[in-house]
């Protein structure tokens, strides 16, 4: 009788494609998938996870094309990158 295992999804060794950033506007910080638009964390990086979260929240976005939604998106990353740099430089503050 075979072993009855559970699949992990840890196990499953997924790469996060930059090109989902582009499309969906969602980043990988460490081991996280974060929406640039509204800041969750996607449960799994699979690609039907991230597009669902894009269509059923922001259709609006679509509208952006070209340079402009770049911009957007580069803008938007800074700002999330600002925020979590901000956390990190308090807490080193309150360690020293």
């Known amino acids: 009788m075979a072993a009855n295992r559970k699949r992990k999804v840890d196990n499953e060794n997924r790469q996060f494609n930059d090109d989902l950033t582009v499309q969906y506007c969602f980043v990988q910080q460490h081991t996280n998938v974060i929406c640039l638009l509204c800041h969750s964390t996607a449960a799994v990086a699979k690609v039907s996870n991230i597009k ?34 901000l956390f990190s430089k308090q807490s080193a503050d309150f360690s020293a």
């Open 52 to 85: 669902r979260h894009y269509g059923t929240k922001y259709e609006d976005f679509n509208n952006l094309i070209g340079d402009e939604r770049t911009a957007r998106i580069e803008s938007l990353r800074h700002s999330l990158n600002r925020q979590q740099n």
